[in-house]
């Protein structure tokens, strides 16, 4: 995204405070959590709306094959997000790809709570992954034009922002999860468009008053003579995969390592454009060398935490005991977890990090942390490998689902903050959108993962963890192995 400096001084919104904050603060924090809300607690029935039979409200797909589709629609999400930042920057500016994208976002859990079948979910999940998409790269623009580039607030505004993510994630799937457990998978998809309506009126009503002339701007406008072209190619690409798709010559199963390769791809093209680059410095070039190490890093945790969704997702469905005192959860609720813990433990983080100042870890050794962490978490299963139903107490989910999260606060704040760091001064939006291409092939690669995991194999299933354990802590030592080349390739910051 272009830097910018913000209208906001100028504008009325600024002149009014939401705990100090400018107001305008306040109506995207609602949007985000609706929005959160929304697609969270939608992924959280996904995998067993797929994969349910017919008679239990579900489309009766192949688990594998629904798996798949899961880490496949992921891992398109985070595509979506490098493709809202070009609609944002070359199109319609960033407020109005918000607001449109959120529209989107609820007309794709309208059509999932009310279109029967695959057409449903085919639709329904392509207009919440590109709306989705949209409104987690503008969102953050808008927010960032609600303050001068030096103004403290900043750092604060953002932090009180991605509260907003964890709350959504965390009520999310814990209300769908009791309304399918109540009344089926469309009510749950309905609720989630209630939710999406709640924050798009509520954005809606507060836009002019407090959103202003934030996020207006095109920084980098798209010529009209070039808009044929580039919709006539985006129209060839999404007719050809239909067609593939319908013909049955691209199978379902092979869309996560399609998303995967496509966001592989990108990556290796954005950073050859980098490295061939003049406008970029040994310097620089440097830097870069040291990072690729750290996106290897950051595919593979992402392959296991977001198989929270996938593998942890049927795991919780066929293997846990979820009663809760004199409650029992759905599989769905188990989800909740995770943001909880963000909740409860990124603070703690963050302090930490502040008050170890110069003498905390690298960035290499967190990112090696956070693989080991997420390894060890996966032992946990073993003793429970072949065991029948409600075999596994639901501590023992808890207790994976904390390590995850301890993960993920080691390697995820810490590698937006370096995506940024590490950018080229001529490439800095582009550099962050290599970080977006990591998070979705890990995302498409837990597709992956969960149509390989067979519940009902023993052997199959403590291979299935000793491996993924195996070579995920073998990663994160040799990430911390090379900590000091990597310091030294990043040449001023650890």
Not at 225 to 246: M, N, P
Request: with cysteine; net charge neutral.
């Amino acid at each position: 995204m272009t830097t910018r400096t913000s209208p906001g001084a100028d504008t009325p919104h600024a002149e009014r405070k939401f705990f100090g904050q400018p107001w305008g603060l306040a109506n995207l924090f609602g949007i985000e959590l609706w929005e959160r809300f929304s697609f969270y607690g939608m992924q959280a029935l996904l995998a067993f709306y797929m994969y349910y039979a017919t008679t239990d409200g579900g489309l009766g797909i192949d688990q594998s094959v629904a798996l798949s589709l899961v880490g496949a629609y992921g891992g398109f999400v985070y595509m979506m997000a490098l493709v809202a930042s070009f609609v944002g920057d070359r199109l319609l500016g960033a407020e109005r790809t918000l607001y449109y994208s959120a529209i989107l976002v609820m007309v794709g859990h309208i059509v999932l709570a009310l279109v029967p079948g695959a057409a449903g979910l085919a639709i329904g999940l392509v207009c919440v992954g590109i709306g989705s998409g949209g409104v987690k790269t503008a969102s953050q623009v808008v927010l960032g034009d609600l303050y001068d580039r030096e103004d403290p607030r900043r750092d604060a505004g953002f932090s009180i922002f991605y509260m907003a993510v964890n709350i959504g994630g965390l009520l999310g799937p814990m209300i769908t999860g009791w309304v399918w457990g109540m009344a089926g998978f469309h009510w749950g998809f309905g609720l989630a468009a209630i939710g999406m309506a709640i924050g798009l009126i509520q954005y809606t009503l507060m836009r002019k008053s407090t959103i202003g002339a934030a996020g207006s701007e095109v920084p980098n406008p798209l010529p009209r003579s070039e808009w044929a072209k580039w919709g006539l190619g985006a129209a060839a690409i999404t007719a050809l995969l239909v067609g593939l798709l319908v013909s049955g010559l691209l199978p379902l199963d092979w869309l996560s390592w399609l998303v995967f390769a496509v966001a592989l791809v990108a990556t290796v093209v954005l950073l050859r454009e980098m490295f061939a680059s003049d406008q970029v410095s040994e310097g620089e070039k440097s830097r870069l060398t040291g990072y690729i190490p750290l996106l290897v890093g950051s595919v593979a945790f992402f392959a296991i935490f977001q198989s929270q969704f996938t593998v942890v997702a049927v795991y919780s469905d066929q293997r846990a005991d979820l009663s809760l005192f004199n409650w029992t959860l759905t599989p769905a609720q188990v989800q909740s977890f995770n943001p909880l813990f963000i909740i409860i433990f990124a603070p703690v983080f963050a302090a930490a990090w502040t008050k170890l100042g110069e003498r905390q870890w690298s960035s290499a050794t967190k990112f090696g942390v956070a693989n080991i962490i997420i390894g060890v978490s996966l032992f946990i299963f073993l003793p429970y490998v072949g065991k029948g139903p409600q075999s596994t107490p639901l501590l023992v989910l808890v207790l994976v689902l904390f390590l995850f999260t301890m993960g993920e606060l080691f390697l995820s704040p810490v590698g937006n903050s370096l995506a940024t760091r590490v950018a080229p001064n001529a490439f800095k939006s582009r550099l962050f959108a290599v970080w977006l291409m990591s998070v979705s092939m890990g995302t498409a690669l837990s597709g992956v993962l969960g149509s390989l995991y067979n519940p009902d194999d023993p052997s199959a299933e403590r291979t299935f963890f000793i491996t993924l354990s195996a070579v995920t802590i073998a990663l994160g030592i040799c990430l911390i192995a090379i900590r000091r080349w990597v310091v030294r390739k990043f040449v001023d910051f650890r």
